[in-house]
């Protein structure tokens, strides 16, 4: 096509939402099922009417992959929430009339209107998990004008949970991470918490209820959202951004009235938003903290992540794909 650019994949992030999609835990995977939706590479070839990519620039692919350009989300740069995109893998293709597929493979071809510009200035395994963990936290960050002045709350240090503070950080906030394991408060502090709370302590829980401006809650998992909500000023805003299996169980709705808090969600980013991202990340030196791995051990790098084995992304290296057969085109 005209405005296809042609990327060689150099590294893939593993997210959860692979391991969900690989084992059909939301009973939607059509198979043949080729995961990956944090893609960094090199443009190989482009299409005769695309002009911001050329061969041999470093490029990324995040989540989308297409939407239909018309509705009010696609026109505002919102394409998240269209309601016609088109996901990067496991996802009907209104061009082809197939699945789409994944990162983890040597190549994709992507319209250019969703191909990201990747600062050659950052280690770029690192950058790939940027493409989903990171346009995730950075959003409702943004959306909520989170900056210097604020207090700042992240609940859980995981894949989502460790970018959040470092993009929290260096936008100014005065940043508390919440984490039921008193072994993650040292790696809290190195990513740039100001203050770390065991959430299961219900003393420290206690000190800092009513002083929150913002809550980034990551958690993928249902828990009680009320003793976060509790921990929010008059006119606060909790933001989900973890996708459970099962609900969470109904917040009081006295602790959103008396105090007119917000529950909110958010998902991923626009275009725009996520090259914004990128850029601010390549600015402020922020990449991922990744474990390298070849394509032989995805299997074994689902395990431990359910296990959360893991700081705090897997990264799959593509040249291991010569020890074996693989391919998207």
């Known amino acids: 096509m005209i405005k296809d650019v042609q990327i060689e994949i150099l590294y893939c992030g593993v997210c959860h939402s692979d391991l969900h999609t690989a084992r059909n835990e939301w009973h939607n995977t059509i198979y043949p099922v080729v995961p990956g939706h944090e893609i960094v590479g090199r443009v190989t070839q482009v299409g005769g009417e695309v002009t911001t990519f050329q061969p041999g620039d470093l490029a990324g692919v995040g989540c989308l992959v297409d939407s239909c350009g018309t509705c009010p989300d696609c026109r505002e740069g919102l394409e ?23 990162g983890y493979s040597s190549r994709i071809v992507v319209d250019e209107r969703f191909v990201l510009r990747v600062s050659d200035t950052l280690h770029l395994p690192a950058v ?17 004008q989170v900056g210097p002045g604020q207090k700042v709350g992240v609940v859980g240090l995981g894949g989502l949970g460790h970018m959040g503070v470092k993009l929290a950080h260096a936008m100014g906030a005065h940043v508390v991470m919440f984490t039921t394991s008193p ?3 040292a790696d809290a502090h190195r990513l740039g918490a100001d203050e770390v709370v065991i ?41 989900l951004v973890g996708a459970p299996e099962d609900p969470h169980p109904a917040p009081n709705v006295f602790n959103l009235i008396f105090k007119r808090r917000r529950l ?7 275009i725009r ?45 593509m040249a291991s794909l010569k020890a074996g057969t693989a391919g998207n085109g």
């Open 80 to 102: 998240q929430y269209c309601p016609t995109f088109t996901l990067t893998y496991n996802s009907p293709d209104p061009q082809t009339g197939t699945m789409t597929y994944g």
């Open 128 to 144: 790939a998990p940027l493409l989903c963990a990171g346009i995730t936290t950075y959003s409702p960050l943004r959306q909520w």
């Open 183 to 185: 072994g993650k408060t």
């Open 199 to 239: 959430s299961k302590n219900p003393d420290e829980m206690k000190r800092h209820l009513a002083s929150f401006d913002f809550i980034l809650n990551t958690v993928a998992a249902p828990h009680n959202l009320d003793v976060y909500l509790e921990l929010l000023k008059r006119d606060g805003t909790m933001c």
């Open 264 to 270: 909110a969600g958010s998902l991923i980013g626009g």
């Open 273 to 317: 938003e996520t090259q914004e991202m990128l850029d601010f990340c390549a600015e402020h030196g922020i990449v991922s903290d990744i474990e390298i791995i070849p394509i032989q051990k995805i299997n074994e790098a689902y395990e431990r992540m359910l296990r959360s084995d893991v700081k705090y992304r897997f990264v799959i290296d």
